[in-house]
């Protein structure tokens, strides 16, 4: 075998010079022998020869010479680099495709603690490295990772090195034809320096005391300074805790300043300035509660402040007792665990009907619609919407075509009668005809946009009115014209009957429309039995007046044989986890309406000794609907909300879609256990 060195590349080109001109000068000599004659020829010949012999002596003594120090160089380059590497300050490694270690320099090793020759994957030190994520259709990734406390961005990059290997080594050129690089940055004091600015950030909000108003009737006139004295001092005390700044805008309003440092203290605490206040009591008959709406996250103190006031009405609208947090697109809820208060005024009631009215009298047509699989409550508060678009003249139409099976007879009843249009009734396709930028769209028993039975038509016209009596979630309706939404009441046909009583003098309900209301008031409140008030029966005796039939409404409502065998077998099949929470599925194969006997099974579990909440599940058109029930100990709203739902703090719901029966269950369990560990329920 040869083992002499052999030159390569521009390095022989280089050195092979002098033959190159050798062959120059020899056709040179043939032309002087042919052109100039003999002794020319001869002249050059000699010269020629001498040239070659000194020429071949220096190639044959040199180049061994030459090689030997450049080898001794290459040497010495590659040691100064390889020990340049391996003293390199910041932590270098060299993996395999799979994520295991070639090489680690020293930093790296003393880093993590590991030997030099360590070869296990990179996961095994750094858990959030997975190998998917290594950089191979890519050629760069970067990872935050931790180590010895301190904060690394970890950035890998693929590495050529195919042309590096030589086809008689030992190492497999196919199966090494990339590597990954790895090198460690501390970020630790940067991470550092951005938490400190993301902290000082200042935080607006707005505050208001719910139930100002009610709380004072009942306090003695020289007793009520005092109390708003109290109520100021615990507000300030709690605020000034967390080196917060307030300052009052009016009798029963705030304005304060934090850093988010401080906010998120009152988060870890869960705001318990909530409660502190409804411990304040001079006498007085109802505990004051409060409501704040927090702003941050934006460009600008203008926009955080346009988020707080956002935020608070969010919060009344979820019918106070709360705080809600919008951080940017997120926004968190804390509280709410007590019921709101009703309002004996009816004020706001007349002044609803007023605008509804004008807004009406503007517009060329009525389309109304409520919540997907729509049951009586919003069927019949869509009724008395029609009711006062005909009082006014105008066409009106209800979105009925996914509704439960028990209100069917009930538009049937409708169709039947020759003075009411054919187009009272309509499905999704001829409502978005119908609507148009003329149009006033009213949504009735839902304030959550992918809940309505046609979202689509939110995008064809500007004009929305919403009358809820849902909490307000994330996923409401923003541009509504007209939002009346009361967590007080007990239903939407209770909201819509009190609005036509001050819609217009001429409004008269026939006993079929007010059969309509009173049944969705009866359905929401099983029988008056759960979230009534006076209101309540107030909007019930007015329907009474106007000929609704308690007989007529109870044969609306008896139950199919299956039906009421399915109610019967998810009782029986009922789970109580964790001693106080009965959970059960109820089957919907043959039931006519799951939805509707999941609910009724959820309020009967709840007359079971012990049980705090029940939570009833129905797979229908693939998708998994809970029904929710509590009766003051619980608030079920809450749990809903993190599935998605919402409702009241004792009847709430939610929709699962993707998941089977036993994941939806899990995925319940799971979320109560969550909460409870967090002190959330």
């Known amino acids: 075998m040869d083992n002499k060195v052999k030159l390569t590349g521009k390095l022989k080109l280089y050195l092979g010079w002098p033959l190159t001109i050798a062959v120059l000068w020899a056709v040179m000599v043939i032309l002087l022998f042919w052109l100039a004659g003999w002794p020319a020829g001869l002249i050059s010949l000699a010269f020629f020869a001498v040239y070659m012999i000194f020429a071949l002596t220096l190639a044959y003594r040199s180049n061994p010479v030459l090689m030997n120090e450049m080898v001794s160089f290459a040497t010495q380059y590659g040691q100064v680099q390889k020990k340049l590497l391996q003293e390199f300050a910041e932590p270098y490694a060299i993996l395999d495709l799979k994520g295991n270690f070639l090489y680690m320099n020293d930093s790296f090793a003393a880093l993590t603690g590991k030997d030099r020759h360590y070869n296990k994957n990179i996961s095994s030190i750094f858990a959030g490295v997975r190998q998917e994520e290594l950089p191979l259709d890519e050629e ?54 951005q938490e400190e600015r993301d902290d000082n950030q200042i935080v607006i909000g707005l505050l208001t005391l719910d139930n100002y108003d009610e709380v004072l009737e009942g306090v003695e006139d020289v007793r009520k300074s005092l109390l708003l004295a109290l109520i100021e001092r615990k507000i300030n005390q709690h605020l000034k805790e967390v080196d917060g700044v307030v300052r009052k805008l009016g009798h029963d309003r705030y304005i304060f300043l934090m850093r988010k440092a401080s906010l998120k203290k009152l988060e870890k605490q869960k705001f318990e300035i909530l409660e502190d206040v409804k411990t304040v009591n001079i006498g007085n008959e109802m505990s004051m509660t409060l409501s704040a709406g927090i702003g941050l996250g934006a460009e600008s103190l203008t926009q955080n402040a346009e988020a707080a006031r956002v935020a608070m009405e969010l919060a009344l609208g979820r019918g106070g007792d709360q705080v809600v947090v919008k951080d940017g697109y997120q926004t968190r809820f804390y509280g709410g665990n007590s019921e709101s208060t009703e309002k004996t005024t009816r004020v706001k009631a007349r002044v609803k009907a007023q605008a509804l009215k004008e807004i009406m009298q503007g517009k ?80 009735v028993d839902t304030n959550k946009v992918s809940y309505t039975v046609c979202p689509d038509l939110l995008k064809l016209t500007n004009t929305i009115v919403v009358f809820d009596h849902h ?56 029988g008056f039995v759960t979230r009534t008030g006076v209101r309540t029966f107030e909007a019930a005796a007015y329907l009474r007046r106007c000929g609704a039939d308690v007989t007529r409404v109870r044969k609306m409502f008896r139950e199919h044989p299956e039906d009421l065998k399915a109610k019967a077998q998810a009782i029986a099949n009922t789970e109580l986890f964790n001693e106080k929470y009965a959970i059960s599925v109820c089957p919907s194969q043959g039931v006519s309406q799951p939805t509707v006997v999941s609910a ?24 998994i609907y809970i029904s929710a029930r509590a009766i003051d100990e619980v608030n079920v709203q809450l749990i809903m909300e993190r599935l998605g739902g919402g409702g009241h703090l004792n009847i709430a719901g939610a929709q699962l879609t993707d998941y089977t029966t036993e994941e939806a269950v899990d995925l319940l369990k799971t979320t109560i256990v969550q909460m409870r560990e967090d002190g959330d329920i």
């Open 140 to 193: 760069k990734a970067a990872f935050t990772v931790t180590a010895n406390n301190r904060i690394f961005r970890a950035e890998l990059q693929r590495v050529l090195i195919d042309d590096m290997i030589d086809e008689d080594e030992l190492l497999d050129p196919d199966e090494t034809e990339y590597l990954i690089t790895v090198i460690l940055h501390d970020e630790t004091e940067l991470r550092g320096l």
């Open 364 to 443: 060329s047509r009525v389309i109304i619609m409520g919540h997907k699989i729509s049951d009586i409550d919003a069927i019949g508060a869509a009724i008395g919407i029609y009711t006062a678009a005909r009082t006014v003249g105008k066409p009106a139409s209800i979105v009925a075509d996914d509704v439960t099976e028990s209100v069917l007879p009930v538009i049937a009843g409708f169709r039947e009668k020759k003075d009411y249009d054919q187009e009272m009734f309509v499905d999704r396709k001829r409502a978005r005809e119908l609507t148009n930028a003329d149009t006033v769209l009213v949504i």
């Open 471 to 526: 909490r307000q979630g994330v996923d409401r309706v923003e541009n509504a014209v007209l939002s009346y939404i009361e967590p007080y009441a007990s239903s939407a046909s209770e909201m819509v009957a009190e609005v036509l009583q001050y819609f217009d003098d001429t409004l008269k309900l026939k006993s079929c429309e007010a059969d309509a209301l009173y049944a969705g008031i009866v359905v929401d409140t099983s």
């Open 600 to 623: 009724q099974a959820a309020n009967e579990l709840l007359n079971v000794e012990g049980v705090k909440a029940s939570f009833v599940l129905t797979n229908y058109h693939d998708t």
